[in-house]
């Protein structure tokens, strides 16, 4: 018998959570027998298409595996026509998702002919859409009531705008100064190396400032 191969997908939105709590899905899909090719972490928007981990995840698929996720917004927050194409481009590398909260009909389906075969095939597909779709308006949602929250704030006069993470620019200026890479200082301190560039060129412009104030 065949045993199934699975690559896991755990993602988080932000640097400041924790991708503890998905972790368990590891030991439940081995508990299913399935195979573990790799699992990718990932703490980025599922608005955003460009994310690294999931990208060398679809890279690394080959044909009969399965992608696991916690949930469909694990996997995209995309508008529908851009989270289908995100499914599509899996599906093209002949996987399959297998996300709770899904029905699976594919094997069933794949069993069936005629008629059959083509109500299973319409109803995953619909099923499928409609948590894209809801995993997208949940986003959307929560992007309204955060602006309406920062409106009411401001109306109050207190929204002071997003702190910095004094101790992580620290950190990546520390790491920076000590001669590291972007890549290795962004994976010490934890965070996107975007982020490393951008404190890092604040760095760097704060101590040209100096310098020139000084003479």
């Not at 899905?25 to 994310?51: F, H, L, M, Q």
Request: hydrophobic fraction near 40%; proline fraction near 3%; charge should be positive.
């Amino acid at each position: 018998m065949t045993v199934p191969i699975a690559r896991i997908y755990l993602r988080v939105s932000s640097q400041e959570q924790d991708l503890q709590r998905q972790e368990s899905i590891i030991d439940d899909a081995r508990t299913a027998g399935y195979y573990i090719a790799g699992v990718y972490r990932e703490k980025a928007s599922g608005a955003r298409a460009d994310r690294p981990e999931l990208l060398r995840l679809i890279a690394d698929l080959q044909p009969g595996e399965v992608v696991i996720a916690e949930k469909i917004d694990r996997i995209s927050r995309l508008p529908l026509p851009e989270a289908e194409k995100l499914v599509a481009t899996i599906r093209g590398k002949g996987a399959r998702l297998a996300v709770p909260g899904i029905v699976d009909l594919s094997e069933i389906a794949a069993d069936a002919q005629g008629v059959a075969k083509i109500v299973l095939v319409s109803v995953q597909e619909m099923l499928l859409k409609l948590a894209l779709q809801i995993a997208r308006d949940d986003f959307e949602d929560r992007r309204e009531r955060q602006r309406q929250g920062i409106d009411q704030a401001k109306a109050n006069g207190k929204y002071a705008g997003r702190q910095a993470d004094a101790a992580t620019h620290e950190r990546i200026v520390a790491l920076r100064m000590g001669g590291n890479s972007i890549a290795r200082t962004a994976k010490l301190a934890g965070c996107s190396e975007s982020q490393v560039k951008r404190v890092w060129a604040e760095h760097r412009r704060s101590v040209s400032n100096e310098t020139l104030n000084a003479e």
